[in-house]
């Protein structure tokens, strides 16, 4: 028997891989993945890959028009406005060979519910009904429900795993891939899972290594140490275009890079203030230095190219550096010339930006701070860790913060509530609007898509004119494979690789 038929009999019987008791040498590995991102076990801890990498799964999933889809219940209901249900497949297996029911999956989502990220959701009780459908109440009409099981972090996972304290001992969920070997903080290799109810997967094992260098990645896929590059930098794009040995898939995400300003202090207290940031910023400009042209200007949190939640009629504001010194004027920041800093009652106005070193945005807070110059303020860029940024701009008063968020981190626009709503959001801006409020509040609970949009819509329009940030520019993925690479479509959300559909040059 050699080692890949051995790994086929292992998944089968579900006895050795999910032990991690098997070792896979490099060339041994059929598909081959070089990422940024670490990766954890416990998808309640940063355990996103987990389910890109198609090991674990939630109750739903996410479909390509980033809606919720079936995923381990194909269905689901709502008898009236408090409660929901959901319908289980009948044959889905663990990694270790345990059948999924109900119950199982209630034991799962419990420990799911009480973390800390999902606190906030209005659910009061999780019940197994039979053996393959699922009850869940609300306390109050919440409409997202749906999107928050299918979450990253709501993966369905075997609870002979949990610790005392719900700690995770071993990853065994029911995706077409199961963990072989993990090696924290370095890499984890999986083999198909031979009894997925799904599409059983071409290839029969998979490597993810985490290389955060991208000159790293981009040789070993070219030396072919690795098959696929995930998150390539765009200043790499035009040298991938020109490379035969590369292929390489653009796909815009649900991501913005944005401003946020302290609204409860000066100057960004002013709205006027906050306009004229945004009228002196020339995201064209932008996009093409620092973007290589391939990220677009951001109007809203969302983009028509990938979600109807986007606001159809929504404007960006135009590059406008007089129009930004008029609104300075008036909201009493005045220079003697057109170089100067400007100042009001004696005070200059003198700001200070805080980002992270991630995603392009300190080379962006660069191009900000020199548009802004030529408006009249003077500008300070500090660039620390990220969660030292957080801990800096919520500890008090500040002047903005340049960050990055995936919009539709679940699949429903109920996430603009944590950017704007008064008391939900968790963006540091202090923004408080009651007509925001009460429409977020409203399409929480309301059932019909079309009157959802309407008040999501509007929401997007009153940020905009108001200003508690400045949206940028969208997001681009690059990422980069060998050209024998077959099947590979790029998911809009990244909730998977879609492994389980590739092959290598069909085989």
């Known amino acids: 028997m050699n080692r890949r038929t051995a790994l086929q009999t292992t998944i ?48 739903l999933s996410v479909d390509y028009e980033a809606n919720p889809a079936p995923g381990i219940a194909t269905e689901w209901d709502r008898p009236d406005d ?69 979450r990253s972090d709501a993966c369905i996972l075997n609870p002979t795993t949990f610790g005392d304290e719900g700690s995770v001992s071993e990853l065994i969920s029911t995706g077409p891939f199961a963990v072989d070997e993990f090696q924290p903080g370095t890499s984890v290799t999986t083999v198909r899972h031979e009894e997925y109810y799904g599409e059983v997967p071409e290839i029969e094992s998979v490597r993810c290594e985490i290389i ?48 946020t300003f302290d609204t409860e202090s000066e100057p960004f207290d002013d709205a006027d203030v906050r306009r004229a940031v945004n009228f002196a910023i020339d995201l064209e400009g932008l996009t093409e230095s620092i973007l290589a042209g391939v990220d677009e ?60 070193d991630s995603r392009s945005l300190p080379l962006i807070a660069e191009v900000l701070q020199d548009d802004l110059a030529t408006v009249g303020f003077d500008v300070d860029v500090s660039t620390v860790e990220y969660n030292a940024m957080l801990d800096e701009v919520g500890q008090g008063s500040f002047d903005g913060y340049l960050t990055s968020w995936g919009t539709l981190q679940y699949p429903d626009p109920d996430r603009i509530a944590e950017m704007f709503h008064s008391t939900d959001a968790t963006l540091f801006h202090g923004y408080e609007n009651e007509r925001v409020d009460e429409l ?22 009153i940020v905009r004119d108001e200003a508690p940030v400045a949206f940028l520019t969208n997001y681009t993925n690059v990422v980069a494979t060998v050209p024998e690479l077959e099947g590979y479509e790029p998911h809009p959300t990244e909730a998977s690789y879609g492994l389980e559909t590739v092959s290598m040059n069909g085989e």
């Open 440 to 461: 977020l509040e409203e399409a929480r609970e309301l059932t019909d898509r079309e009157e959802r949009a309407e008040r999501y819509h509007e929401v997007q329009s």
């Open 82 to 150: 408090y409660h929901w249900e959901f319908s289980l497949r009948e044959d889905v297996t663990f990694h270790d060979g345990d059948s999924l029911e109900a119950e199982t999956a209630v034991e799962s989502l419990e420990r799911t519910f009480n973390a800390a990220s999902f606190t906030d959701l209005p659910v009061e009780s999780i019940d197994a009904t039979d053996e393959t459908t699922i009850e869940i109440a609300t306390e109050t009409p919440f409409s997202p429900l749906p999107a928050h099981l299918a």
């Open 12 to 59: 089968g019987t579900a006895a050795l891989a999910v032990a991690g008791c098997l070792s896979s040498e490099p060339d041994e590995v059929d598909f081959r993945i070089g990422s940024p991102w670490d990766i954890n076990r416990d998808p309640l801890d940063g355990g996103s890959m987990v389910r890109r990498l198609g090991i674990a799964e939630s109750l």
């Open 212 to 259: 955060e260098d991208d000159q790293t990645r981009r040789m070993n896929l070219e030396n072919g140490d690795i098959d696929m590059a995930r998150i390539m930098p765009l200043e790499m794009v035009e040298s991938l275009e020109t490379n035969d040995d590369i292929e390489h898939y653009m796909p815009e995400i649900p991501r913005i890079r944005f401003l």
């Open 297 to 356: 200007p951001a109007v809203g949190p969302f983009s028509e190219e990938i979600t109807e939640w986007a606001n159809p009629d929504l404007e960006g504001y135009e590059h406008d550096p007089e129009r930004a010194r008029d609104l300075l004027a008036d909201a009493g920041w005045t220079a003697a010339g057109s170089d100067d800093v400007r100042t009001r009652d004696g005070e200059a106005l003198e700001i200070e930006f805080v980002t992270f």
